[in-house]
């Protein structure tokens, strides 16, 4: 029999609307589930309730909004846990199926939480007892709070009673007394002997939703391709042969799935074909010998048009896509001959880039950077290295220097661009070198090559937007080894990563995700692995997560990481996973005296 063997509740905040607006926005509520004498590890199906406690007790809130006169949520919520450990945002309606919590939540007496859990096997189980929900864990925020508005009659009694005993003095606390400040900077607290605590997740985590079935673009995972246009995943299987490809829109904002009609979608052949971000809508474009011809899908109208292609584009070509404001860019180029059109988001039309000045660069091996108004090419001609720039308006090529680029042209290069900087690395005799160029100086700096990070086969460059880091992984018939540096531009120095990584030995190869609080490990396989690492603690740390089998999508859109397993089969269930990173927003003070 499942039963609950601790729980506990923390507000992390608590929005103040009006003078007498007490509910909290959401309420992270954790707890421990044992199944029999067994912690239980896994993923776990649950429904919460609010209560009043006592013998009148009645139902106020369902997780899903269902109707209170019934005894429990007719939905559940699929969580993960974690040596019995699981944690769920009551009414944060960002989660799939949550229903806001009521406006008089907070002046509702005597309020405990009440749960649900059905671990698969022996269906649901109403969690015993229910937990009380007390007044200490609540933490208020307020954008603003008229001046003089609280007075010492809104304070609780034994507050006032505490404040009445100061006579103007300093109020005492005893030993591991708790308060809640929302900046580690609180002067107030520290003098008054309180030492500070961060209050967050009591981890960076994985959060799932189940799919409908009806509705799931899972079987769009393989065999497809996707792109991430700043605020919509979109992802696109290929048809071909007569028969409509097939696609489906993510919003990161409502976090909800968009399928795509496909009376009138494309059926272009893959192998010659790409998918194009143009201002919220879809683009897809393919290449032919008779011509080049592009579909749009347009979110507005929900239905797909035909957007006329210039003429003059050479196929076969190296094909190059690039994601500016002003609208996209689609450079082909065949040997040492370019040509491109961008399409122009206000008439809904590609237009020709002008030829006039355009470098004669070896395409096939060119290397592209985005800029604002344009973007940087960095190649060779005539065995030269040539870097390039290329702005929109008014269009105009000009050449940059190139003289400062001191490494061997070649496929073995690393490169990241920063969005200012863009570094390039080559393994030399054994170890990184590496150098930089500044567009703002026109400039190129090499890197320092003391403590330069040793070379090695496997290797992936990601930039935190602070530093960039380099990881090697040592393939060996024992095992990989990772080795890893981080890169300071500011101090113009390396350092090497403790890397005591949970999983040293990797097969396949994990897939590395710079976020801007540490690095996230995320290895695809069966049984999937993750690790995080801690920029300022300089250390690795395991993380639970779910299994993604092989073959699994996993993208950073923004501030997080989404994960969607491949399903073979359209209808079988379909999870979209979420790894949400920790965020402190507030903090404890805990006295010492």
């Known amino acids: 029999m ?107 007496g005597n309020l405990q939480v009440r749960v649900w859990f059905n671990d698969g096997e022996h269906g649901w189980e109403r969690l015993m007892p229910d937990l009380r929900v007390g007044a200490v864990p609540y933490a208020l925020h307020a954008d603003g709070v008229r001046a003089e508005s609280i007075t010492l009659n809104h304070l609780a009694p034994e507050l006032q009673a505490r404040l009445g005993n100061t006579n103007g003095g300093t109020a005492t606390f005893g030993e591991g007394a708790l308060m809640l400040a929302p900046s580690v900077h609180a002067s107030n607290l520290m003098q008054a002997g309180f030492a500070p605590f961060p209050l967050q997740f009591a ?50 904002a409502t976090r909800r799935w968009e399928i795509l009609p496909t009376v009138g979608a494309p059926a272009f052949d893959a192998s010659k074909s790409w998918i194009v971000p143009s201002g919220g809508d879809l ?114 090529w000009q050449q940059l220097a190139a003289a400062g680029f001191s490494l061997n042209w070649g496929s073995g290069l690393q490169t990241v661009w920063t969005g200012a900087e863009w570094y390039w690395l080559e393994a030399q005799g054994g170890m990184w070198r590496g150098t930089r160029y500044v567009v703002a100086s026109n400039q190129w700096v090499d890197l320092p090559a003391t403590n330069a990070p040793a070379a090695h086969a496997a290797t992936q460059c990601l930039w935190t937007g602070k530093e960039l880091i ?71 740390q395991p993380l639970d997560g779910p299994n993604l089998g092989f073959e699994a999508l996993v993208l950073r859109t923004g501030a997080e990481v989404l994960a969607l397993p491949y399903q073979p089969l359209p209808e079988e269930p379909m999870y979209l996973h979420r790894f949400v990173p920790a965020q402190p927003v507030g903090w404890y003070y805990r006295s010492a005296r």
């Open 470 to 540: 380099l990881v090697n992984v040592a393939v060996a018939s024992t095992g990989n080894t990772v080795y890893s540096a981080r890169f300071d531009p500011l101090n113009n120095r390396w350092r090497a990563m403790t890397f005591a990584a949970p999983y040293s030995a990797f097969a396949p190869p994990p897939r590395w995700m710079a976020l801007p609080e540490g690095l996230l490990m995320v290895r695809v396989s069966d049984p999937s692995r993750y690790a995080r690492y801690d920029y300022a603690a300089d250390r690795w």
């Open 203 to 252: 981890q960076t985590m994985w959060q799932t939703e189940y799919l409908d079935a009806r509705l799931t673009p899972a079987y769009l995972t393989a065999r497809g391709t996707n792109v991430w246009d700043g605020s919509s995943l979109w992802l696109w299987r290929w048809g071909g042969n007569g028969q409509p490809g097939q696609g489906a829109r993510y919003d990161a």
């Open 2 to 108: 499942p039963y609950l063997r601790f729980g506990f509740l923390t507000v992390l905040s608590l929005s103040l609307v009006g003078a007498n607006a007490q509910v909290p926005g959401w309420i992270l509520f954790q707890g421990r589930v044992n199944v029999g004498q067994q912690v239980f590890q896994g993923w776990g199906h649950f429904k919460f309730s609010f209560v009043t406690g006592g013998p009148e007790a009645s139902i106020i809130w369902h997780h899903d909004g269902s109707d209170v006169a019934l005894e429990r949520p007719n939905n559940a919520l699929q969580l993960w846990v974690t040596n019995g450990l699981f944690e769920v945002a009551l009414g944060d309606t960002s989660v799939g199926g949550m229903a806001p919590l009521p406006a008089d939540l907070g002046r509702t």
């Open 283 to 396: 683009m897809i474009v393919e290449a032919g010998d008779s011509g080049w011809r592009a579909s749009r899908f347009n979110r507005a109208s929900q239905a797909w048009e035909t957007a006329a292609m210039p003429a003059g584009l050479p196929w076969p070509a190296t094909v190059t896509v690039l994601d500016l404001p002003e609208g996209p860019v689609l450079l082909a180029g065949v040997e040492s001959a370019l040509a491109g059109a961008q399409y122009n988001l206000e008439e809904k039309a590609w237009n020709t880039i002008p030829t006039n000045g355009v470098p004669a660069l070896e395409w096939a091996g060119a290397k592209w950077a985005e800029l604002t108004n344009g973007w940087l090419v960095l190649g060779q001609s005539g065995g030269e290295v040539q870097l390039w720039r290329y702005q929109t308006s008014p269009p105009a």
